[in-house]
């Protein structure tokens, strides 16, 4: 069974303060996926990661795919009250099927 | 990017009784497609795989009889929750897999609430 280890599992902050986010497994992944749920909706997927070392930009997040393709961060600048969420990571392996889904990450930016 | 959606996106039913959820894929083929469910500040829990033309792949102490899906076409899965019970309210969010960006897709969910 692929883990995928995601920490932290809670984290409240202040808005403006920056954080960041992991998703660790001892598996390899093809790709990895980042995602941000608001209660009472669906997933949303925020990025894709492909390549090992691969660093993306989204706005204020920043994404980054480890060499070894094993692990992923997600690093958030001066947060909003608006980023507060469930944050899921997700590793693929090919074209084989389901994903292995990190624990999520309940992340509060207090104003 | 790419859509997927759910219908109903909320249900309320009688306990005994059976309800259907729909999932499609809007913009893309989907030959794979996933049933989580999902309880208050939690992950999602993979109910089962969606297989289409073929039966699906279900999880360890997900019961099949119970949680009924159909693949039947490549837009198309569908979850039917039979005889179902206070037990069973819960959040159900199904996925699409994208092949061509080996990305999964989420529906919107539909929030199911037995009486």
């Known amino acids: 069974t692929q883990l995928l280890e995601q920490s932290p599992q809670f984290l409240s902050i202040q808005e403006g303060e920056n954080l960041t986010v992991y998703c660790n497994s001892s598996?390899?992944?093809?790709?990895l996926q980042w995602y941000r749920q608001e209660p009472g909706e669906g997933p949303v997927l925020l990025v894709t990661?492909?390549?090992?070392?691969e660093v993306k930009k989204l706005k204020r997040l920043t994404f980054q795919f480890g060499d070894a393709r094993k692990d992923s961060s997600l690093h958030i600048t001066a947060a909003q009250t608006g980023d507060t969420g469930l944050y899921l990571c997700?590793?693929?392996?090919?074209?084989?099927?389901?994903?292995?889904f990190g624990d999520g990450t309940t992340l509060t930016v207090k104003p | 990017g790419a859509v997927v959606s759910q219908h109903p996106s909320w249900v309320i039913c009688k306990s005994g009784t059976s309800v259907k959820i729909e999932c499609r894929s809007l913009?893309?083929?989907?030959?794979?497609m996933f049933w989580y469910r999902q309880f208050p500040k939690q992950s999602l829990m993979l109910m089962a795989t969606?297989?289409?033309?073929?039966?699906?792949?279900?999880e360890q102490g997900v019961e099949k009889d119970k949680f009924l899906i159909n693949h039947a076409s490549l837009t198309l899965s569908t979850l039917t929750v039979t005889s179902a019970h206070p037990e069973d309210s819960s959040f159900y969010i199904c996925?699409?897999?994208?092949?061509?960006?080996?990305?999964?897709?989420f529906g919107p969910g539909t929030r199911l609430t037995v009486l």
């Open positions: 990661v492909v390549t090992g070392g």
């Open positions: 598996s390899v992944f093809s790709s």
């Open positions: 997700a590793g693929a392996q090919g074209y084989a099927g389901k994903s292995t």
């Open positions: 969606s297989n289409e033309g073929s039966k699906a792949t279900y």
């Open positions: 996925s699409a897999r994208d092949f061509s960006t080996d990305t999964q897709y």
């Open positions: 913009d893309f083929q989907a030959t794979t």
